[in-house]
């Protein structure tokens, strides 16, 4: 059975940091590219960062460029994005997915961001 499980979103005040968590089972890990999309109310869904099978590249929006930055642990079937200086406009559903080459691809449920004072 295939688990995307995404976490550690929350409220954060502007300038702040989280670090969501997105743990995977049920596939093979190390096959699938990661990333990081969110969803802003009103807004369509959005890619944030994106890493790949062995953590060897990674590509980031230009809104998050230097401020957001992703990884893995193929070890612990996760991957990981660490969020800082956030800003009211990184407020979203932050969701977790997993590509192959196959194109085969899986999502979580999302975890919600909120970044206000």
């Known amino acids: 059975q295939v688990q995307v499980v995404e976490s550690g979103g929350g409220l954060v005040q502007p300038g702040g940091s989280l670090r969501l968590s997105c743990v995977v089972s049920?596939?093979?890990?190390?096959?699938?590219?990661m990333s990081w999309y969110r969803q802003a109310p009103g807004k369509e869904r959005e890619l944030v960062a994106a890493?790949?099978?062995?953590?060897?590249?990674?590509d980031y929006a230009d809104s998050v460029k230097g401020r957001f930055t992703i990884s893995r642990d193929n070890a612990k079937n996760t991957v990981y994005l660490q969020m800082n200086s956030l800003k009211p406009e990184d407020t979203a559903v932050y969701y977790c997915?997993?590509?192959?080459?196959?194109?085969?691809?899986?999502w979580g449920q999302g975890t919600q961001v909120t970044v206000s004072s």
């Open positions: 997915n997993a590509l192959n080459s196959d194109y085969e691809h899986y």
């Open positions: 890493i790949t099978t062995t953590g060897s590249s990674t």
């Open positions: 049920g596939f093979t890990f190390d096959k699938y590219a």
